[in-house]
């Protein structure tokens, strides 16, 4: 299944909905998407992740790139998975303590920085 | 020496890399690896196809990965092969990799680097994460990654 990506606006926060597969070929179109939220003046992102079937460290690449980009303007990118082998990725690279990880959009949204 | 199961042959595209993580995971289901495994499969393979055809794209981009997916009974391997000529050291070691993605990742100033190429080394880190059996042979006229799973006739 190729990429799906959905932006929304929760409160103060843009929440990118992620669904598919995120690698070497589409991680590119998720880039670009960030870029343009924070071209735009969003700055605090929540990646929801619950439909992602696959993610790379390409993919890893992209989110990392955003955090840098949203933390260049005070800003702050959360991601939100519950599914075990997406999760695994994160864990072996150590990004679980770089990025705040939550179990639902809501926890996401309603929490601080 | 046993008889690679499938050959696949493919030009170092991006979009070919899914392709080949589709073959690897549908043949190692049949081989009999555990369910539980497939996923570390897709994405070992994933990894390492993904490290190829970058090494090819710079390289030899008209030199195309080879994936040869093996069942030997008891294992089913997975060897991804590339032939890209690389005048560097060789890649960082993993935790030194790992460190160093994390580190990168925590810069926040406004003139903080954005490039967003992973650390070399993440790649083999991520694979040396996820598979306990596996072999790296680098040269100088290209590099072979190795992975192992078992199977169900050798559990």
Redesign the interface.
């Known amino acids: 299944m190729d990429l799906s990506l959905e932006t929304r606006t929760e409160g103060d926060r843009t929440v990118i909905e992620v669904g598919g597969e995120v690698d070497v070929y589409t991680a590119p179109t998720l880039r670009e998407q960030i870029i343009a939220l924070v071209e735009a003046g969003q700055y605090h992102l929540v990646v929801d992740m619950e439909r992602v079937e696959f993610l790379d460290s390409t993919g890893l690449g992209v989110l990392v790139g955003g955090l840098k980009r949203v933390r260049a303007h005070d800003g702050s990118l959360a991601l939100v998975c519950t599914q075990e082998r997406i999760l695994k990725i994160f864990r072996i690279t150590g990004l679980t303590k770089v990025f705040p990880i939550h179990g639902s959009v809501a926890d996401a949204v309603a929490a601080t920085g | 020496m046993p008889v690679p199961t499938v050959e696949l042959r493919f030009t170092a595209l ?2 070919h ?2 392709t080949a ?1 589709l073959v690897a995971v549908s043949l190692a289901r049949r081989a009999g690896v555990a369910d539980d495994l497939l ?1 570390e499969v ?2 070992a393979v ?2 390492a196809a ?1 490290r190829a ?2 090494r090819h794209r710079t390289s030899c981009p008209a030199e195309p990965v080879l994936l040869r997916l093996t069942d030997t009974g008891d294992h089913f391997t997975a060897e991804v092969v590339d032939v890209a000529r690389d005048p560097s050291p060789a890649a960082a070691p993993p935790a030194l990799a ?2 160093t ?2 580190e ?15 650390p070399p080394g ?2 083999l ?2 694979i040396g ?2 598979v306990e059996d596996v072999q790296v042979a680098a040269g100088p006229g290209g590099c072979t990654v190795l992975m192992a799973w078992p199977t169900s006739a050798g559990r």
Do not use: I, K
């Open positions: 991006p979009a890399v899914r993580r996923d897709r994405l994933g990894e993904t055809v970058s790992l460190a993605l994390a990168t990742a925590e810069q926040a100033h406004p003139d903080a680097d954005l490039d967003e190429s992973l993440v790649d880190a991520v994460g996820l």
